[in-house]
């Protein structure tokens, strides 16, 4: 166990998620939910509970109420007692500016006055962005012995992946030579995976310097690159499943991924905790099948009710597939009602959506990237946003993204075409 | 004393032996026996008072009640957390006189009048821990008030040939109670008592010390509401016409699982039952995973459990694994059983950690009783103790009781014939 005062944790959590289009249009990106049963959040605050680290510091910004009602005090992950817990950081007006927080390092900097409270040996700094199982322990100890000011997790990626990232290059020990923030051509596929372990000192002194005379505002882009060679900057290599769910396409994925513990991700042993929120999973029922039900390669919630056949899938509590209908390669989340007859496939339907009896999405060409959002949808998914209604017979094609709340019963459809957006 | 009263406190009556269920509560009362995949028996009765808003809970145990204690966790699933609310375990105590056990119901209640007397309560709700309903106990409160009443009784009808196994009624038109007969050959009346009782409090204290002093069992049933309807205290009926189960015998537990898969099942998602999610029991467990070679229809599938063989009307619980090949028809698997490659199991309770050896077949035959215990079970299951293994290529018959703990080398034959008990 690891006390505030030998490593305060700060937890990032206000990443906006802008290429989730509308799945984060009303969340914070960690409170995007995954798995069939949690949210992005509870594998960074799993990760906390299962290294024995006792404070978490939560440094929220954007659209931050359903991150809020969901990580509460941190009791769903054991962080409770006199010297345990999570402490919501919002951003707050300053007495010279009341700036909302202009990058990673800004908002530690203006958060300093809650890391002197606590006067910790080392500063542990993570999102809340990322799938993973990761032990910060042996990274922290790893800290510990090489006797580094500043630790960055980093593993390989693709190399075409590469200008999504801050790269490192690293000599025979591990010591980092050169660090690149999201550059088009890198000189290593060793990626940041963002979770630093600084010295406290080295942190304050290093974010005074930057952020306290505006020069920038950033850890990848601004403080770390300007620590090398004056400050010992370790790499620490870690192996193992780790997914930046930031694009609709990466987010699908990782969610298949969940299917099979093969994987690397293995939610059988991963023992990754939510909050049982009495609107989310918390007093639902068993998951009851009907007669007609076939569920094959799929993970079903509590309180979902099948009489359909699902293949493929993750469906999230309290989902209703009625009789004859079809899912396939489907992310259904909380209390969506699949009706009589309907064909899902390579969908996402967030919360509360009614598909009407009949209805299909998601049958087209993929070829047809969405018109929109090119970026955010060209692999083939159709996403349809919170609360919206799909009449009866509506035919819904590949790439399409319907918003939020929008009633396409008023709207006298038959067919929305491939490639198409619907917002309102 | 005036902060802490109340209007109404409720006392639980969990903490009978119960002999009748012979494996499944040979090591917890039989409230704390698992039902309906992902509860306790006593989740009804605590959800129920917690619906109605009674904040004051006492819960009477004495036998084995470890699992109890743990299960309960000092009220907090059901919200009784503040400092108004409260649930508390009432263990017999040692007194100055005497350390006796609780002698019965009556008794129970009559060594913890401290507790009663301590809120101050007009009314007092008896309820028995061990039934299975959901009830909105409000309107019976209602009724006790509006009629003046010393006492209420909920009653529900039940078919004449079963009402011998109750206490039974008759009413007037008002609903007043004018008989009461305690489980005789041929009763009067066919509405059965559920044991749900509002007492005025000081008729309840009264009739407690009058019982102790003159009572022969010690019994509210058998002793105090016979006395009263025959002296003409105010005792009245309230008629409940929902789902109420008594799960007396193997039989009946068996039957009452399989009721919640079958059309007249209470609706869990409109009247949800609260249990408790922490870990050890519900908690932490990922959504069900269907896999590959799954087939499951007109079931229940909790939490944590991994399909990959063929599951027909039954009941799985948390953790439970069924791998490929395997086929389970008409049983309830009970928490983190596993269930090996081609094994077969039909009409079968397993308790929780039970593994069945691969291709061993469980439940083949006709329908027999149990040699030893043909009054509770006769139905033709079998049942097997928490944690035995069973080995590989077994064969089992029906209406066999396998002892609870039992390593594969306890099995000295490669079958066990119908209607057999294989003790340690």
Known sequence: MRSARDTLVMLLAGGVGSRLNILASERAKPAVPFGGAYRIIDFTLSNVMHSGLE?????????PLSLMDHVRGGEPWDLIGRERGVKILPPRTGEADSDWYKGTADAVYQNL?????????KVLILSGDHIYRMDYERMIATHEARGAD???????????????FGVMVSDAESWITEFQEKVKHAKSNLASMGIYVFNSRALVEELQAVVGTKVGFDFGKDVIPGMLGRRRLLCYPFEGYWRDVGTIKSYHEA????????????????????????????DRPPVRLGASATVANSLVARGCAIQGTVENSVLFPGVRI???????DAIIMQDVVVGEGCQVEYAILDKLCVLGPKAAVGAGDPAVPNQRFPSHLDCGITVIGKSALIPPGLQIGKNCIIGPRLDLSTQGLTRVADGETIVS | MTAMRKQMIGMVLAGGRVDEL???????PKSAVPVWGMYRVIDFVLSNLMYAGIEVVGVLSQYRPYSLITHLANGEPWDYVGRARALRILSPFKGADDSDWYKGTADALYQNLGFIERYSPELVLVVAGDHVYSMDYRP????????????????????????HRYG???????????TYQEKVKHPAGDLASLTIYVFNTQVLVDRLRQNAEEGRTFHVYSEIIPRMVEEQAKVFGWVFDGYWQYARTLDDYYATNMDILGASAPDLAAWPVRTNLAPGSMGDHPPALFQRGAGARASLVCDGSALDGIVERSIISPGVTIERGAVVRDSVILHECRVEAGAILDRVILDKRVRVGRGAHVGEGDTVSNARHPDVLSCGVTVVGKESAIPAGMRIGRGCVISPGLREADFAAAAVPSGATVLP
């Open chain 1, 55 to 63: 404070l978490v510091g939560l440094l929220t910004q954007y659209k």
């Open chain 1, 113 to 121: 006055g809650f890391m002197e409270g606590y006067d910790p040996d």
């Open chain 1, 150 to 164: 500043l630790t960055i997790a980093a593993m390989p990626v693709p190399w075409e992946e590469t200008h999504r």
């Open chain 1, 255 to 282: 969610t298949m991924d969940c299917l099979d513990p093969a994987s690397g991700l293995d939610l059988g042993t991963w023992e990754i905790r939510t909050a049982p929120d009495v609107r989310g999973w918390g």
């Open chain 1, 322 to 328: 009625e009789k004859g209908a079809r899912v396939r």
């Open chain 2, 22 to 28: 012979l494996v499944l509560t040979a090591t917890r």
């Open chain 2, 140 to 163: 019976m409160i209602r009724q006790h008030l509006a009629t003046r009443a010393d006492l209420t009784i909920a009653f529900k009808r039940v078919p004449r040939d079963q009402a």
């Open chain 2, 168 to 178: 039974t009624a008759v009413l007037d038109e008002a609903r007043r109670v004018v």
